[in-house]
């Protein structure tokens, strides 16, 4: 199983151009998350999926779209890129939080985003 | 507003030692504590994580302990080893329905030298 994958792995864009980051999991998860990683910040919440067809803000969703057409794929977007969205990316994916399922989040390899 | 508030953001450890990271929340809602290790390159990973009823977790040489009056939480590396040179990250979840808010400490990275 490959897991999380996310594609691209690199990528530099100049300020104002558009990009869509794409994470496919194969795990048949419910629930996909955005999260991006900054020197001092930790992981933040972009957004979220609890379903097909379902999304949600998390906590830094300014600047950011998403969307989830297929249970396997997660899809985020940026329709103008700014510096301040330098960053890596990480796509995760997890069952609900059940009794007997900790919802243990499974992370892509990440995205590493640079825009000048 | 942070959250879950972690200490040191870097930690340097001689190889055999003792290595802690602290961990201090404010939300007396959040229901499960996991630690994710993240080596360079890659995404984190899940570690070992405790829920608030219990006071210690031992998986290997890795321990959670969990002090929930002080709203405290941390973990020891025993015997620490060079291949656990990596970004240590402690969280805190809260459930509502199935799907969990997880909020990240800031991380610590981790140098266990020979």
Redesign the interface.
Same mark, same amino acid.
């Given at each position: 199983n490959a897991g999380v994958t996310q594609t691209p792995k690199f990528r530099v864009l100049k300020t104002g151009q558009s990009m869509t980051l794409l994470c496919a999991q194969d795990m048949n998860h419910e629930y996909m998350y955005w999260y991006r990683q900054d020197p001092g910040m930790g992981l933040r919440l972009i957004h979220y999926s609890v379903g097909e067809g379902t999304t949600a803000k998390g906590e830094v969703p300014d600047g950011y779209n998403v969307s989830r057409l297929k249970k396997q794929n997660f899809l985020l977007g940026l329709e103008s890129a700014a510096p301040s969205q330098t960053s890596v990316y990480f796509c995760a994916s997890s069952y609900p939080r059940a009794s007997g399922n900790t919802g243990e989040l499974f992370f892509g390899e990440g995205s590493r985003l640079t825009v000048l | 507003q942070q959250q879950v508030k #972690?200490s040191p #953001?870097s930690l340097i450890v001689q190889k055999g030692g003792i290595s802690i990271i602290n961990c201090a929340y404010e939300n007396t809602a959040f229901d499960?504590f996991?630690w994710?290790q993240q080596f360079p390159?890659?995404?984190?990973?899940?570690l070992i994580?405790i829920r608030p009823d219990v006071s210690e977790k031992k998986e290997g040489r890795f321990t959670i302990s969990f002090n929930k009056s002080a709203k405290q939480f941390s973990l020891h590396i025993m015997d620490s080893q060079p291949g656990d040179s990596a970004t240590y990250?402690c969280a805190a =979840?809260i =459930?509502s329905g199935?799907? #969990?808010?997880?909020t990240?400490?800031?991380?610590t990275k981790l140098q266990v030298i020979p």
């Open positions: - | #972690q #953001q499960y996991p994710y390159g890659k995404g984190p990973a899940l994580a990250f =979840s =459930s199935g799907y #969990q808010k997880v990240f400490g800031i991380g």
